[in-house]
């Protein structure tokens, strides 16, 4: 994959996106092209533990079974 292009067309089209994915339960996007933006590897893992706690926090009930 590729950056995309950060203009306001493919803004439009990733919103789009986006709210399709928000629609889908239990699907999550993430990572560079999937919340549109540069991320330097910092960035990157502090991302991703975000995404973490959000899924984690979403799906408590099945880990503490």
């Not at 986006?18 to 919340?35: A, E, V």
């Not at 995404?51 to 880990?63: Q, R, V």
Request: net charge positive; proline share 3%.
């Amino acid at each position: 994959p590729y950056y995309p292009v950060n203009d306001t067309q493919n803004r439009i089209k990733h919103r789009k996106y986006k709210k399709l994915c928000d629609k889908i339960d239990n699907f999550f996007i993430g990572g560079r092209l999937g919340d549109y933006s540069y991320y330097d590897m910092d960035m990157t893992i502090s991302a991703a533990l975000v995404k973490f706690e959000k899924i984690f926090k979403e799906f408590k009930w099945i880990y503490l079974r």
